[in-house]
């Protein structure tokens, strides 16, 4: 069993910052891209921040510039810094990622969610 763990959500002023981290465990034979996503209430889920396996990165325009995501493939770990909070990056912060499992038939690709963090940014 795969399992995405998220950590680092909270209650902040607007201006302040936050770092998210999700550790991915199991079974694990390679993990691909990670990222990620936020849903706010009424809204759907999109994409924040993605980052390669070779360390290329993408962000959605809202966070260019004040956001940064990183990972540290031996942890098996994605982080997300959030710089410069706004009260309209409240939302639920999901990670997501695309890894490769091996099964009984070959290697196989798969891709998991992590259970979500409440981010809050006050005005």
């Known amino acids: 069993q795969v399992q995405l763990v998220e950590s680092g959500g909270g209650l902040v002023q607007a201006g302040g910052s936050l770092r998210l981290s999700c550790a991915a465990s199991g079974s694990i034979f390679r993990l691909n891209n990670m990222g990620w996503y936020r849903q706010a209430p009424g809204k759907q889920r999109d994409l924040v921040a993605m980052?390669?396996?070779?360390?290329?990165?993408n962000y959605a325009d809202s966070v260019k510039g004040r956001f940064t995501i990183s990972r540290d493939n031996a942890k098996n770990t994605v982080y997300l810094q959030m710089n410069s909070l706004k009260p309209e990056d409240t939302a639920v912060y999901y990670c997501?990622?695309?890894?490769?499992?091996?099964?009984?038939?070959?290697?196989?690709?798969?891709?998991?969610w992590g259970q979500g963090t409440q981010v809050t940014v006050s005005s």
């Open positions: 997501n990622a695309d890894l490769s499992i091996q099964t009984t038939y070959g290697v196989k690709g798969y891709q998991y």
């Open positions: 980052i390669t396996r070779d360390g290329r990165t």
